[in-house]
């Protein structure tokens, strides 16, 4: 008796503090935008709860690593419906950090376009949320760039002038299109992906911002990648659409400059 007693104790506990994790990561504005979009079928943005996720990834087992960064991991998983996903678990994140998270999340995951990662869902019954998206098969640009498969051809010259290409639409579309110009803040080779037909898709916003709706509203810590962020960022700790085509520049240009052609 006293067993199954503290069995239920324990697994109440655990519904509470995962209601508790749930609130604190801002669950109740994708769960009420949810709700409000059910007539249009959701807009296919799901909660997944832990067990869903632990399920996918065969409890997050090391051979399903797809990749690490500096903002998390990355796994492989498998939902029950047979789609392929890619699920971040990102690192810890202060206070001031998951106050806006659930917001900007919502934000991504409206982002409809084709050389966009799609945000498909996220688990926020845990300390810290994971986020779920669509599986892009072809790895990296980097490694299309540096790892053989893209020799100095004309025809590999023209890909990589179109990736730049789709690579620049996408940005554009979050500077412009979305309901809230979206940020990105590490444009760079390793951030974006490559489909079976290598079509681009930008991913990776761990660094990214939604555009302040006020000067008051400036980044305290400079994030990205050393090298290719933008001096005036540096400086004013202010991310804009122009520290994203800096980086983007940078990258373009310095690339062309090798005697491998290789764009990006």
């Avoid at 409000?36 to 799901?46: E, N, R, V």
């Avoid at 492989?76 to 890619?86: F, H, P, R, S």
């Avoid at 025809?155 to 579309?173: G, M, N, P, Q, V």
């Avoid at 960022?233 to 122009?242: A, E, F, G, P, V």
């Amino acid at each position: 008796m006293c067993f199954w007693l503290y069995l239920g104790l324990q697994k109440r506990k655990l519904i509470k503090a995962k209601q508790s994790f749930f609130e604190h990561n801002g669950g109740v504005i994708p769960q009420q935008q949810m709700r409000g979009a059910a007539g249009g079928g959701g807009g296919g943005f799901k909660i997944f709860s832990e067990e869903e996720l632990k399920k996918a990834t065969n409890n997050f087992a090391v051979d399903q690593i797809l990749g690490r960064g500096g903002h998390g991991i990355v796994y492989i998983g498998v939902l029950e419906d047979k789609t392929i996903v890619a699920i971040k678990k990102s690192k810890m994140m202060e206070a001031t950090e998951t106050k806006e998270f659930a917001r900007e999340m919502l934000i991504l995951s409206q982002i409809n376009h084709r050389n966009v990662v799609k945000l498909q869902g996220c688990c926020l019954e845990v300390e810290v949320p994971m986020l779920v998206y669509e599986y892009v098969s072809n790895g990296t640009l980097y490694h299309y760039i540096h790892g053989g498969e893209g020799p100095d051809t004309n025809k590999a010259l023209d890909t990589r002038l179109r990736i730049a290409a789709e690579s620049a639409e996408a940005l554009s579309y979050m500077h412009s299109s979305a309901s809230r110009p979206i940020l990105h803040g590490d444009v760079k080779t390793a951030n974006i992906l490559l489909d079976g037909s290598l079509t681009a898709k930008v991913s990776d916003f761990g660094a990214s911002k939604l555009e302040p709706s006020d000067e008051a509203e400036i980044a305290t810590l400079v994030q990205g990648t050393c090298g290719y962020l933008d001096p005036e960022y540096l400086m004013t700790c202010q991310l804009t659409d122009k520290s994203d085509v800096y980086s983007f520049w940078r990258r373009s240009t310095r690339a062309l400059d090798r005697e491998e052609g290789a764009l990006l």
